[in-house]
Structure formats: C-alpha cells, structure tokens
C-alpha cells in the first residue's frame, strides 16, 4: 500500500505540475479529488495529444511504445510491405531485420531488391555486405563489396573500407588486411580503424608497431571534448588497454 500511495502522489504531482504550467488549471482539482483515475484521464486528453504534436513528444511515445512492444516497427514495416511491393519497403524492412538481427531474412530483402535500376545499387549492396558479415559469410562479403567497387568506382564509404579491410582478416589475408588498414587509418574518422589495425599487428607479433599505434590514439584522445570521448571510449578502452 505505501508502495500505491507514493505512485499516486508522483502522478498527481507530475499532472498537476503539467497542468499548471501548460494553462489547464480547471484539471488541477480532478486530478486531486480522482487520484490515479484523473491522472489516467488527464494523461490521455491533455498530456498524450501534446506528446504526439511535438518532435520529441512523438519519439517518446514511440520509445514507451517500443518498450512495451519492441517488434513494433518490424510489423509496421512488414505490413507496409506487403501493403506496397516496392523498394523502399523492402529496405525499410531490411534495416528493421538488422535491429532484431535477423540477418538471413535482411540478406534476402537486399539481394530481392537488387534488380532493375537498382541492380548495382552501391547502398544496397553494402548494407547486403554488412549483413553478410554479421553472418559470417566473410567470402560473399568480400565478393559483394568488389562487385560494388567494380560497378560504383567512384562510391566511397568508409564503412564499407572498413568492412572490406575486416573480412579480408577474416579470411586470413593479412597481408592485404594491413595494407587496406593502413590506409584506413589514415583517414578514417574515429579511432575503430587505427585500433583494429593495431590489434592485426599485435596478433601477428608486431608489437612495436602496435604499441606506436595504441599510444597515438591515446594521445589524440587527450586532446578530445568530454562528449567526443564518450562516442570513441570502446576504442580508447581498447587502445589503452593494449598499450603496454
């Protein structure tokens, strides 16, 4: 019972807090009188409408709407499509499938929309690549991201660098693993590129050079803002970790 009257107070003092500054005062004594049911009223007529109109309003309906219900969107964009065959609901879907990692069924949305204008999509095709990856077919990842190069040679991505870089390691082409790295490393924003360079090299026992590359992203960190850091702290982590 404590338990219900301190939920009921925390209702009523958030809707009547709500009210007053939003100009509602004639809910102020409904809220008070009815407890819970004229907080569950209050919310509903007044509250939710001004949720629903504004941006950040709208996200956190969604949010509350996605906690209760986390496949949510995935049927959204699963009834969308099969209200409307196209492309972009086929993507949707994909991009969706990738959030509840279910990779085969995002691979198969890709390579489906792969056809007639958008055969050689550069987009398309490294999302399907990525996919691949997270499936560990890092052979089709490879084969993909050349058909990509081969078909868009003028569509750059670091991201897909990076990925290109990452299953050539995975399939034990190291050689040509830490050369795209290298490059990588020279231009690749945020520290992921220069870190998992870092690590080929050590697991191949090349330490030195290892050493040289956790130390340059510690002290490149040093010189960030606090939010910066916080965006690049598993690499720092990493780096760190690995320096000595």
């Excluded at 009257?5 to 003092?13: A, F, R, T």
């Excluded at 949010?63 to 699963?78: E, F, S």
Aim: hydrophobic residues 40%; aromatic residues 10%.
């Amino acid at each position: 019972m404590p338990a219900f009257l301190s939920l009921s107070v925390l209702c009523q003092i958030i809707c009547v807090i709500h009210a007053h500054r939003t100009d509602r005062r004639d809910w102020i004594w409904i809220i008070l009188i009815f407890s819970l049911v004229g907080c569950a009223f209050y919310f509903f007529l007044e509250m939710l409408p001004d949720l629903r109109n504004s941006r950040t309003g709208r996200r956190v309906v969604k949010d509350v709407l996605k906690a209760i219900d986390p496949t949510m969107t995935l049927k959204q964009r699963a009834r969308a499509l099969s209200i409307s065959d196209n492309v972009q609901n086929k993507l949707n879907l994909a991009d969706e499938c990738i959030v509840h990692q279910s990779y085969p069924e995002a691979a198969e949305l890709y390579r489906s929309c792969l056809t007639g204008i958008y055969k050689d999509d550069p987009k398309i095709l490294l999302s399907l690549a990525q996919t691949l990856f997270f499936m560990g077919e890092f052979a089709n990842t490879k084969q993909t991201l050349d058909r990509l190069i081969a078909t868009n040679p003028d569509f750059k991505s670091q991201d897909g660098h990076l990925l290109y870089a990452r299953a050539l390691e995975q399939l034990g082409d190291t050689a040509l693993a830490i050369d795209e790295y290298q490059v990588l490393a020279s231009y690749y924003s945020g520290y992921e590129a220069k870190c998992r360079y870092g690590l080929l090299l050590k697991r191949l026992g090349r330490t030195e050079q290892a050493r040289a590359i956790f130390a340059e992203i510690g002290t490149l960190a040093s010189n960030l803002s606090k939010g910066q850091r916080k965006l690049q702290k598993e690499w720092i982590d990493i780096a760190r970790e690995n320096m000595s």
